[in-house]
C-alpha cells in the first residue's frame, strides 16, 4: 500500500493505454489543476474518482485507491463521516415524521 500518490503507477498505467493525465481528468471531472495537485500528493482523490481513474486504467478501484495514498476511500466504502451524516439524517427523518404525526392528532 502505497503511503503516497505514486505518480509514477499511474503515468506508467497511462502510458500503457496510450492516455494522458489531461484526459484522465476529464473524465474524471477533475481540471487541470487538481489532476496536478493529485499527482502531487497535495490533494486526495474522491471515491468518485477512484471509480473514474480504475475504470479509465483497467485496474480494480482497490489499486487505484492504494496508488493513491492509504487514506482514498473506494468507491461504495463509506467514512466514518459520512457514516455518522447518514445516521443523522436518518433520525431527522424520523423526528418529521413523529412531527408531522403529532400536527394531526
Known amino acids: 500500500m502505497a503511503l503516497f500518490f505514486d505518480a509514477e503507477w499511474f503515468d506508467a498505467r497511462l502510458a500503457e493505454r496510450g492516455l ?28 468518485g474518482e477512484v471509480g473514474v481513474f480504475a475504470e479509465l486504467l483497467g485496474v480494480d478501484a482497490r489499486e487505484v485507491a492504494d496508488r493513491a495514498g492509504i487514506s482514498t476511500p473506494t468507491p461504495g466504502q463509506a467514512s466514518p463521516v459520512d457514516e455518522r451524516l447518514a445516521a443523522l439524517e436518518r433520525r431527522v427523518a424520523a423526528l418529521e415524521a413523529e412531527l408531522a404525526r403529532l400536527r394531526r392528532v
Not at 22 to 28: F, G, I, T, W, Y
Open 20 to 47: 494522458s493525465r489531461r484526459v484522465l481528468a476529464a473524465a474524471a471531472g477533475m481540471s487541470e489543476a487538481d489532476i496536478n495537485l493529485a499527482f502531487k500528493d497535495q490533494r486526495e482523490l474522491s471515491a
